[in-house]
C-alpha cells in the first residue's frame, strides 16, 4: 500500500496474522497511523491474535506488533495507547490517564481501540 490516506484491508491486517486467505477479523480500530485488530487466524475459535500495523513514512503498512492473545493485550505506541480483547459485555471502557473511551464488543466477544495518549499513560479497562 502507498497511498497515505489508504486504510489497509481486512485481508492485508489476516496477513499480518498469519494468513490473508484464512480466517476472521473479530474486532478492529483505526486511528492515524496505526490499526489494532483480533483476528482468528483459521475460524475455529482456538487461534486468536492481536495485531498492531503501522504506516510508515514511506506510506506502506507494515506489522508493529503480532502476538498470540490472553484475554487482554494494550501497550502504546506512535503517541497513542491501544487495547484488545475478549469480554462478555456489550461494551467496554478503557479508562487512559482520566480520559474515558468506550469499544464495543462484536458478536464473538472481541473489541479493539486506538486513543491519543502520551507515553507511559495508565490504562485500565473494565466492562460496561
Given at each position: 500500500m502507498?497511498?497515505?490516506?489508504?486504510?489497509?484491508?481486512?485481508?492485508?491486517?489476516?496477513?499480518?496474522?498469519?494468513?490473508?486467505?484464512?480466517?476472521?477479523?473479530?474486532?478492529?480500530a483505526d486511528l492515524g497511523r496505526l490499526v489494532v485488530a483480533a483476528v482468528d487466524t483459521n475460524d475455529d475459535g482456538t487461534f486468536i491474535e492481536f495485531v498492531v500495523l503501522h504506516r510508515d513514512d514511506?506510506?506502506?503498512?507494515?506489522?508493529?506488533?503480532?502476538?498470540?492473545?490472553?484475554?487482554?493485550a494494550s501497550?502504546?505506541?506512535?503517541?497513542?495507547?491501544?487495547?484488545?480483547?475478549?469480554?462478555?459485555?456489550?461494551?467496554?471502557?478503557v479508562t487512559i490517564d482520566g480520559s474515558i473511551h468506550r469499544a464495543p464488543v462484536g458478536d464473538r466477544g472481541y473489541w479493539a481501540l486506538l486513543a491519543p495518549a502520551p507515553q507511559g499513560a495508565a490504562t485500565t479497562v473494565t466492562a460496561s
Open positions: 502507498s497511498d497515505l490516506g489508504a486504510r489497509p484491508s481486512d485481508e492485508f491486517v489476516r496477513a499480518a496474522a498469519g494468513s490473508a486467505s484464512a480466517g476472521t477479523t473479530l474486532a478492529r514511506d506510506g506502506r503498512w507494515r506489522e508493529f506488533i503480532s502476538e498470540g492473545s490472553g484475554p487482554i501497550g502504546w505506541a506512535y503517541g497513542h495507547t491501544w487495547a484488545v480483547g475478549r469480554w462478555n459485555a456489550t461494551s467496554v471502557t
